[in-house]
């Protein structure tokens, strides 16, 4: 059974910073793209980032190309994202996400992939 689990969110200043961590369990992360995705209330889904499996290329939205940086550990199995100079913008629950995406490299579209996190919120407000 694959799980997610999502942690590291919480309330910043703008301008702060925090890492946010996607630990798995029933599937090795290293072998499928992962991404990170948030959900602002009213908004659709977004596509934050995503890490390509093997190689580990990364991509990212143009909101937060720049800014934010996604990793992989490989030994602890587990997914983060660095987000700096955070935005009152960047207001979300954020979600980690993972599956096979139809043999794609890699995705930012929400519907390529199958797996999830129950999400961590990040809130940016002074």
């Known amino acids: 059974q694959v799980q997610l689990v999502e942690s590291g969110g919480g309330l910043v200043q703008p301008g702060g910073s925090l890492r946010l961590s996607c630990a798995a369990s029933g599937v090795t992360l290293k072998n499928y793209p992962v991404g990170w995705f948030r959900q602002a209330p009213g908004k659709e889904r977004e596509g934050v980032a995503c890490i390509s499996s093997k190689a580990g290329s990364t991509y990212y939205g143009d909101s937060v190309k720049g800014r934010f940086t996604i990793s992989r550990d490989n030994d602890k199995n587990t997914v983060y994202l660095e987000m700096n100079r955070l935005k009152p913008e960047d207001t979300a629950v954020y979600y980690c996400?993972?599956?096979?995406?139809?043999?794609?490299?890699?995705?930012?579209?929400?519907?390529?992939?199958?797996?999830w996190g129950q999400g961590t919120q990040v809130t940016v407000s002074s």
């Open positions: 996400a993972t599956g096979d995406l139809r043999g794609l490299a890699y995705s930012l579209v929400s519907y390529d992939y199958d797996y």
